[in-house]
C-alpha cells in the first residue's frame, strides 16, 4: 500500500540545521510531485515548499525561502527537506504529502500523507 | 497569497445533526483546484474533497462539498461519532499553496 515516512525530526539550537527525510513505498515515487506542510504545536497547517516529479521546480513559502531547501532522489524514492538557519517559529510537525496524482501539474490536492516529525528549535 | 477564512471556529453538534462548514477566499479560486482536509487529534490530515466536489477515495457520501469562487461549502449530511476532528480547506491553484485555519467540530 501507499506510505510515506517521516524521519530526521529533532532538537536543533537557534541557527543551526537539520535534514528531514521521507521514505516513499507503494508507488512509482519518480512521476509523482511532493510537499512539505509543518504544524506548530496546537496551530494549523502551513504550507512550506513543492518539489515537481523531476526536481526540475521547486517552491518555498516566503517564511522559509533562502533557509529551506526540498530535493529528492528519485532512485531511493525519497524526499529531503535541508533546514538551516533554524528559528524558534520553524518548531512543528513536519509532514510530507504527495500530490494526488501523477505528472507534470503542481495544481493538485495533498493525498496521502506522512504520520509526521516533530521539529523542535529551542536553546 | 491568496488568504483562506474559515468559519466558524467551533462547531458544536451531536452525533446525527448536519454539519454545514464554510471557506471564504480573499480571491476568485477556480473550484478545481479546491480541497477539504480532515484532521483528527495526533494524526495526519486525510484528504475528503479535491476539485471542490469531489470525494477522494474511501471517503463516505455523507461529506459533501459545494461552491465556487470566493464561497465554499463542506457539508456533512449525518455526523458519525468519528466525524468530530477539525476540518481545514486549501487553495492549491496559485503558489503559495494556502490553507484556512480550520473549524473544529465538537461533540456537544
Known amino acids: 500500500q501507499v506510505q510515506l515516512v517521516e524521519s530526521g525530526g529533532g532538537v536543533v539550537q537557534p541557527g543551526g540545521s537539520l535534514r528531514l527525510s521521507c521514505a516513499a513505498s507503494g508507488f512509482i515515487f519518480s512521476t509523482y510531485g511532493f510537499h512539505w506542510v509543518r504544524q506548530a504545536p496546537g496551530k494549523g497547517l502551513e504550507w512550506v515548499s513543492f518539489?515537481?516529479?523531476?526536481?526540475?521546480?521547486?517552491y518555498y513559502a516566503d517564511s522559509v525561502k533562502g533557509r529551506f531547501t526540498i530535493s529528492r532522489d528519485n532512485s531511493k524514492n525519497t524526499l529531503y527537506l535541508q533546514m538551516n538557519s533554524l528559528r524558534a517559529e520553524d518548531t512543528a510537525v513536519y509532514y510530507c504529502?504527495?500530490?494526488?496524482?501523477?505528472?507534470?501539474?503542481?495544481?493538485?490536492?495533498?493525498?496521502?500523507w506522512g504520520q509526521g516529525t516533530l521539529v523542535t528549535v529551542s536553546s | 497569497e491568496i488568504v483562506l477564512t474559515q468559519s466558524p471556529g467551533t462547531l458544536s453538534l451531536s452525533p446525527g445533526e448536519r454539519a454545514t462548514l464554510s471557506c471564504r477566499t480573499s480571491q476568485s479560486v477556480t473550484s478545481s483546484y479546491f480541497a477539504w482536509y480532515q484532521q483528527k487529534p495526533g494524526q495526519a490530515p486525510r484528504l475528503l474533497i479535491y476539485?471542490?466536489?469531489s470525494r477522494a477515495t474511501g471517503i463516505p457520501d455523507r461529506f459533501s462539498g459545494s461552491g465556487s469562487g470566493t464561497d465554499f461549502t463542506l457539508t456533512i449530511s449525518r455526523l458519525e461519532p468519528e466525524d468530530f476532528a477539525v476540518y481545514y480547506c486549501q487553495q492549491y491553484g496559485i503558489s503559495p499553496w494556502t490553507f484556512g485555519q480550520g473549524t473544529k467540530v465538537e461533540i456537544k
Open positions: 518539489i515537481r516529479f523531476d526536481g526540475g521546480n521547486t
Open positions: 504529502a504527495r500530490a494526488r496524482i501523477s505528472g507534470y501539474d503542481f495544481r493538485l490536492s495533498l493525498d496521502p
Open positions: 476539485g471542490a466536489s
